[in-house]
């Protein structure tokens, strides 16, 4: 893996996916946060290809996604109830009028997904793993079967595609589903143990997204450290 610090040269393509002026105003005042440029490159996301965004929430990498895969390629957005009770305004104004020409939204719970076999070339899952880790019937979020997860992606993505995973770091040793549910983190080692025993291989880690000034005990809306959070980028490649 690549060492911590390390970055990702941005290809073209991405940059000019970031720079379609079609992006709306506050989608691009994130970009500094957020760094998609690098995120993007570093996961060798190109034209052409079919990826499938899980949790997409408001659509942010969707706009983008959408305008790098061009009309040859195919986003698939995914979002559950619970996300929509959140981002559901936000949603349909991204999407109104069949202005991500290339993306379809689908809704349902992680557990009820289904692919086509061989059929993607990446997944993106942005800040989103730690909340496989708990379940709260009462607000409206299922628990998530992982194994049954990661097994109909194995299905899915085609021998090389890329799995790529972004996440708020959590101090080891607490336990995953009280940090997950009360921080919104999660110990990386954890997410590379939920990956040994499957059809993913640990390909490529960087670190343009750390932050030493985030000590980890913060919920990740807390104003003091929103959107600058300690967060690690993993490539998984599917074998």
């Known amino acids: 893996p690549c060492p911590e610090g ?9 940059a000019n996916a970031i720079a379609n002026p079609r992006r709306p105003a506050e989608d691009v005042v994130r970009d500094d946060d957020r760094k998609p440029a690098e995120v993007l490159s570093f996961f060798n996301i190109k034209p052409g290809m079919t990826v499938f965004e899980m949790f997409a929430g408001a659509g942010y990498y969707t706009e983008i996604l ?32 069949d202005r991500l020409a290339n993306t379809k939204t689908v809704l349902t719970e992680a557990n009820d997904l289904k692919f086509e076999e061989n059929s993607l ?40 595609a890329v799995l790529g995973l972004v996440d708020h770091v959590a101090n080891p040793g607490g336990d995953p589903e009280q940090v997950a549910q009360g921080l919104h983190r999660v110990d990386p080692q954890l997410v590379r143990d939920s990956f040994a025993d499957s059809c993913f291989t640990l390909e490529a880690e960087t670190g343009f997204l750390r932050n030493k000034t985030d000590d980890h ?19 998984f490649v599917r074998k």
């Not at 390390?6 to 991405?14: D, F, K, P």
């Not at 005990?217 to 490539?235: C, M, P, S």
Request: glycine share 8%.
């Open 6 to 14: 390390g970055g990702a040269e941005v290809n073209e393509a991405v």
């Open 66 to 97: 959408d305008s790098l895969v061009g009309e040859d390629g195919k986003v698939i957005a995914h979002n559950n109830d619970a996300y929509m009770t959140y981002v559901g305004e936000a949603h349909q104004k991204r999407h109104t009028g």
């Open 121 to 160: 070339d990446a997944a993106l899952l942005v800040l989103t793993w730690h909340d496989f880790l708990f379940a709260d019937e009462a607000q409206g979020w299922p628990a998530i079967d992982t194994d049954l997860l990661q097994n109909k992606l194995c299905a899915a993505m085609k021998p090389g």
């Open 217 to 235: 005990t913060l919920n990740v809306f807390d104003e003091a450290i929103r959107g600058k959070t300690d967060r690690f980028v993993y490539t």
